[in-house]
């Protein structure tokens, strides 16, 4: 069975630019969870999406927004970045019933 | 306020020194406490899930434990490849709060 799967896996951007990540679950898994990690701060969630709805949200700036389409496949968006958005951005999977969750390789996201 | 402590920081072993982790929680609503292997670069790795209290799980080296308030993985005879941020989590409805790992290394 393929994991969980991150596009790109690396990304440049300079302050004020948006970017888009995408992930795509492990087949079967309806939920999938963003989250950012950061040597300060550790991982922390972002959001995460089931059927198509976001069903919890992390304490991230409205510049931070996500989307789910109907093969359960995520992208997450960041508007006008700013330098402290260089983190790796982490999508993890599960079926939606509490279960433990499986993460992809991640986004490395440099902002200059 | 939702909180998840491990201990120590890093920690540095020999090849076949045997030592514990500690993870210390204090959340409300916990429907489960999971252990995560992380290489640099890499996205975590799911190692295990504990749900209740007396709970024990294991796989090779590594040993988790649960009690009430805390956690512990246990590694038994460490080898060079066991070196990793092990990170613990705690589920709250349906994300994840993460401690801020303990970064092992063994060395030969």
């Known amino acids: 069975k393929a994991g969980v799967t991150q596009t790109p896996r690396y990304l440049i951007k300079t302050r004020g630019q948006q970017v888009t990540l995408s992930c795509s679950p492990i087949s079967g898994h309806r939920s999938v969870s963003w989250y950012q990690q950061t040597p300060g701060q550790g991982l922390q969630f972002l959001f995460e999406y089931f059927s198509e709805t976001q069903r919890n949200k992390g304490n991230f700036p409205g510049r931070f927004s996500g989307r789910q389409f109907s093969n359960s496949r995520s992208e997450m968006n960041v508007s006008t970045l700013e330098l402290g958005d260089s983190a790796l951005y982490l999508c993890?999977?599960?079926?939606?019933?509490?279960?433990?969750?499986?993460f992809g390789p991640g986004t490395r996201l440099t902002v200059l | 306020e939702d909180q998840v402590t491990q201990s120590p920081e890093a920690l540095r072993l020999q090849e076949g020194e045997s030592s514990s982790l500690n993870c210390s929680y204090t959340?409300?609503?916990?429907?489960?406490l999971f252990w995560y292997r992380q290489d640099p670069g890499k996205g975590p790795e799911f190692l295990f899930t504990l749900y209740s209290a007396g709970e024990e799980k294991e796989k090779e080296r590594l040993k988790a434990t649960l009690t009430k308030k805390e956690s512990f993985l246990h590694i038994t005879a460490p080898k060079p490849e066991d070196s990793a941020t092990y990170l613990c989590?705690?589920?709250?409805?349906?994300?994840?709060?993460f401690g801020t790992g303990t970064r092992l290394q063994v060395f030969p």
């Open positions: 993890a999977s599960n079926t939606g019933g509490g279960t433990e969750q499986f």
């Open positions: 959340v409300s609503g916990l429907r489960g």
């Open positions: 989590a705690v589920q709250k409805t349906d994300k994840l709060i």
